[in-house]
């Protein structure tokens, strides 16, 4: 069955076609016949009991190619983050690490890529969260605030 490809420049879908013991998982470079954008995509991996060079049936089109041809834009808008770190604390399902990780990124962005800790919001289920605990609610109000007036440039 032939890949569907959707060019990351103007979101045209080309359905393309490999011929026949590609490898799985190899890198391949697709022309969009529209805006003639190169984008580079990877063939999927073979699944489980699957062979070399057979790709899943369940593939779900439109596949979007990880990077487009050409430079990458150049951050030039505004920076914003959210950051949500969720341990379970005193569940069964209790995991280790995932606050440290939302600290530790924050502290990338500010020392190392010298963000302003303003556009960087956190939800944290140990209570120190910036905007409070990572329930439905909460997410969703941040994500509309990280959304809100994106434009090009952005990051």
């Keep these: 069955a032939p890949l569907q490809v959707r060019c990351g420049k103007c979101g045209h879908v080309n359905s393309v076609s490999f011929p026949p013991g590609s490898p799985s998982g190899a890198r391949v470079r697709v022309t969009c016949p529209k805006c003639k954008c190169v984008n580079e995509v990877q063939l999927p991996q073979h699944g489980a009991g699957g062979h070399h060079g057979s790709r899943p049936s369940a593939i779900k089109p439109p596949w979007q190619a990880p990077s487009v041809g050409g ?19 005193g569940t069964r399902a209790e995991l280790r690490g995932c606050i440290n990780d939302v600290h530790n990124l924050n502290r990338l962005l500010v020392e190392s890529y010298g963000w302003n800790p303003r556009d960087i919001r956190t939800l944290t289920d140990d209570g120190r969260g910036t905007h409070g605990m990572p329930t439905r609610r909460n997410i969703e109000t941040q994500l509309t605030w990280l959304a809100q007036g994106a434009a090009p440039g952005d990051v």
């Excluded at 834009?73 to 983050?81: D, K, Q």
């Design 71 to 89: 430079r990458p834009p150049r951050p030039t808008g505004r920076r914003r983050a959210l950051l949500v770190g969720v341990n379970y604390p």
